[in-house]
């Protein structure tokens, strides 16, 4: 399927002039499972748009932890990098490859622009924008409110949501950094949920099937 086609069928609420000026403007880009396209600090060249595959969105603490934020399925824009985009700034979040992904890369002077000329664009922003937030409040209020147990549980629950996989394969270390804890603490809440026949650990794997199907 070439590349027009791949935007008419991932973005069809789009008008056929906008899909016809994406294709021409855009690159596709394959990216490899944990292959970043975006780091913190880097100054944003061009703007994403998820043709397949599954992106986290997350932040780095002067440490080297992350902190998930959200993920980007297909059909998905990030709203975050967008407003770097628009204000000419150095990225604030960092852009992983969950899975192997396909990425739609738009130059950084078209989204704001398409904002005042296309109408499906416009609402397109506005609900992304509105869908990042209500995602960034959910990871706030599990931060502040939730037990650590609970932030794991709906780590593999989120993950599950977003890619359809009932395997990790990671380590409990990636998982730590992600919720922005130890490998310990980690390690001992994953043979909590073991002893509950909800997860599976093997060296390097989690299959947290049981978990997410109860």
């Excluded at 906008?18 to 880097?42: A, H, P, W």
């Excluded at 397949?52 to 990098?81: A, H, K, P």
Aim: with cysteine; aromatic share 8%.
């Amino acid at each position: 399927m070439d590349k027009l086609e791949l935007i008419k069928k991932t973005f069809p609420f789009l008008e056929k002039e906008l899909i016809e000026e994406i294709s021409k403007v855009s690159s596709l880009i394959n990216l490899k499972s944990d292959q970043s396209i975006l780091g913190e600090g880097d100054y944003i060249k061009s703007f994403p748009m998820v043709i397949g595959g599954c992106l986290r969105v997350v932040r780095l603490s002067d440490d080297g932890n992350e902190l998930l934020l959200y993920y980007l399925n297909q059909g998905e824009i990030c709203s975050m990098s967008l407003t770097c985009c628009m204000g000419l700034q150095k990225s604030n979040i960092k852009m992983i490859a969950e899975e192997d992904s396909l990425v739609l890369t738009i130059p950084v002077d078209k989204p704001e622009k398409w904002m005042s000329e296309y109408k499906t664009w416009k609402e397109f922003m506005m609900y992304s924008y509105r869908k990042r937030f209500e995602e960034l409040l959910d990871t706030i209020d599990s931060i502040a409110f939730m037990k650590l147990d609970d932030r794991l549980i709906r780590f593999f629950e989120d993950r599950y949501r977003s890619i359809g996989k009932t395997i990790f394969n990671g380590t409990h270390l990636e998982i730590a950094l992600q919720l922005n804890t130890s490998r310990e603490v980690i390690s001992r809440l994953l043979r909590k949920l073991e002893k509950q026949s909800l997860v599976i650990t093997e060296r390097n794997s989690i299959d947290y099937t049981a978990l997410v199907k109860k």
